[in-house]
């Protein structure tokens, strides 16, 4: 495993975090740190504990053991939103957006800006608007209206709107849970390009992904997580495309189906040949 030198204290920082289900042991060891202006990929399989892990960053559940820091300091968030006045935000796959809302409500949604006092007291619709399309033009977003419903966006804009309103209402780190999971290569580049413009901003993303096709190229270091435990954590310039999917398949695993496959398809077939490339591939130093 590749030990990151920098000068700079990381944002958070997890140190050896495991957490446990009765007899269920979802996350063992894990420790890897978010730094501003980096992104951070977790990546695996599923059923390989990233779940567990971003809903440990993020407040939901209390890890059985390890420590959490924020700044340097051992902090234990106690829900979802002292995480988030901590400024750690997260976006659900979901998202959790009412469709039929227009995009300026889904981007207030909970934190509606007000006027006047008293019974007299009302949203300032037109404030809301305003803030809306500036802060998803500064994030490259040009929507035509923001009253349209966020349902009548793509994927990847309706991601990008999510991204959006955590930048503007302070995060300081970006919790990103399989935000291409569901989209085709358009959409995904889109969102891609929005999770490099979060970094660009000083912002730590940590961007959970079981696709080191779409992780590698916005990542900066790697947490590689395999059925709870860690396989490593890896700084770019440190590890190949190649390495990191060999890695996540699992090379002998590979290997073997490499071998199955030549059975029924014969030695020239392009996808054994393919398989026993990945399989051989150079793994990465540890």
Same mark, same amino acid.
Request: include cysteine; aromatic fraction near 6%; glycine fraction near 10%.
């Given at each position: 495993?590749? #030990?990151?030198? @920098?000068?700079? $204290?990381?944002? /958070?920082?997890?140190?050896?975090?495991?957490?446990?289900?009765?007899?269920?042991?979802?996350?063992?060891?894990?420790?890897?740190?978010? !730094?501003?202006?980096?992104?951070t990929?977790? $990546?695996? #399989?599923? *059923?390989?504990?990233?779940?567990t !892990?971003?809903? /440990?960053?993020?407040?939901? &559940?209390?890890?059985?053991?390890?420590?959490?820091?924020?700044?340097?300091?051992?902090? &234990? !968030?106690?829900?979802?939103?002292?995480?988030? #006045?901590?400024?750690?935000?997260?976006?659900?796959?979901d998202?959790?957006?009412?469709?039929?809302?227009?995009?300026?409500?889904?981007?207030?949604?909970?934190?509606?800006?007000?006027?006047?006092?008293g019974?007299? %007291? =009302?949203? #300032?619709?037109?404030?809301?608007?305003?803030? @809306?399309?500036?802060?998803?033009a500064?994030?490259?977003?040009?929507?035509?209206?923001?009253?349209?419903?966020?349902?009548?966006?793509?994927?990847?804009?309706r991601?990008?709107?999510? /991204?959006? =309103?955590a930048v503007?209402?302070?995060? %300081?780190?970006?919790?990103?849970?399989?935000?291409?999971?569901?989209l085709?290569?358009?959409?995904?580049?889109?969102?891609?390009?929005?999770?490099? =413009?979060?970094?660009?901003?000083?912002?730590?993303?940590?961007?959970?992904t079981?696709?080191? &096709?779409?992780?590698?190229?916005?990542?900066?270091?790697?947490?590689?997580?395999? %059925?709870?435990?860690?396989?490593?954590t890896?700084?770019?310039?440190? /590890?190949?495309? *190649?390495?990191?999917?060999?890695?996540?398949a699992g090379g002998?695993e590979?290997?073997?189906?490499?071998?199955?496959?030549?059975?029924?398809?014969g030695?020239?077939s392009?996808?054994?040949?393919?398989?026993?490339q990945?399989?051989?591939?150079?793994?990465?130093a540890?």
């Amino acid at each position: 495993m590749t #030990d990151v030198a @920098t000068t700079t $204290l990381p944002i /958070i920082e997890v140190k050896n975090i495991g957490k446990r289900y009765g007899a269920i042991n979802a996350l063992s060891g894990i420790s890897t740190s978010v !730094f501003a202006g980096q992104v951070t990929c977790v $990546l695996g #399989d599923n *059923g390989a504990g990233k779940s567990t !892990f971003i809903k /440990i960053l993020a407040g939901s &559940h209390s890890p059985s053991e390890g420590e959490l820091l924020l700044d340097g300091e051992p902090v &234990h !968030f106690t829900s979802p939103r002292a995480a988030l #006045d901590a400024g750690i935000a997260t976006v659900y796959q979901d998202l959790a957006v009412v469709a039929l809302m227009p995009v300026w409500r889904n981007f207030f949604l909970g934190s509606e800006i007000t006027k006047g006092w008293g019974p007299l %007291r =009302r949203l #300032d619709v037109a404030a809301m608007k305003s803030i @809306t399309k500036v802060e998803l033009a500064n994030m490259g977003i040009d929507l035509r209206d923001v009253d349209q419903p966020i349902g009548t966006l793509s994927g990847g804009e309706r991601q990008c709107v999510a /991204i959006a =309103r955590a930048v503007y209402f302070g995060a %300081r780190v970006l919790i990103l849970d399989e935000p291409t999971a569901a989209l085709g290569v358009k959409q995904s580049g889109v969102v891609l390009r929005y999770i490099a =413009r979060s970094r660009d901003k000083g912002l730590g993303v940590v961007f959970i992904t079981h696709n080191p &096709h779409h992780a590698f190229p916005v990542g900066d270091r790697f947490l590689l997580l395999n %059925r709870g435990t860690s396989l490593g954590t890896f700084e770019k310039k440190d /590890i190949t495309i *190649g390495e990191l999917t060999s890695l996540m398949a699992g090379g002998a695993e590979l290997d073997s189906l490499a071998h199955e496959l030549e059975r029924e398809l014969g030695s020239n077939s392009p996808l054994v040949a393919e398989l026993q490339q990945e399989a051989t591939s150079d793994r990465p130093a540890r």
